[in-house]
C-alpha cells in the first residue's frame, strides 16, 4: 500500500496579529540563526518592525552548506 503523500510540507505566515498595530498585518521572515537541526525565523509585523511569531525549520542543509569545504592541508576536527 502507497504511503499518502503530506499535503502541506511547511506554512508559512504572510500576515499575523501585531499587538502595537492592533490588527492582522503582513509579515517579513527573518533568519536568526542557522542549526545543526534547523534555522529559526522570526516573523515582523512589515509596517511598524515588531516580532509578531517564530518557526523553526527541521531542514539541516543551510548549516552544513555554512560549514563549506575545508581548505587543503588543515586539520580535521575528531567528531
Known amino acids: 500500500m ?6 502541506f510540507e511547511e506554512f508559512e505566515a504572510t500576515s ?3 499587538p502595537r498595530c492592533r490588527r492582522a498585518t503582513p509579515t ?5 540563526l542557522v542549526l ?3 534555522s529559526k ?3 515582523v509585523c512589515a ?12 531542514d539541516p542543509t543551510a548549516f552544513h552548506t555554512t ?12 567528531r
Do not use: M, S, W
Not at 509596517?47 to 527541521?58: F, I, P, Q, S
Open 36 to 38: 545543526p537541526g534547523g
Open 47 to 58: 509596517e511598524c518592525g515588531t516580532a509578531v511569531g517564530g518557526k523553526t525549520d527541521n
Open 16 to 18: 499575523l496579529f501585531c
Open 67 to 78: 560549514l563549506g569545504p575545508l581548505p587543503p592541508g588543515a586539520p580535521r576536527r575528531a
Open 28 to 32: 517579513r521572515k527573518k533568519l536568526l
Open 41 to 43: 525565523y522570526d516573523y
Open 2 to 7: 502507497a504511503r499518502p503523500r503530506d499535503q
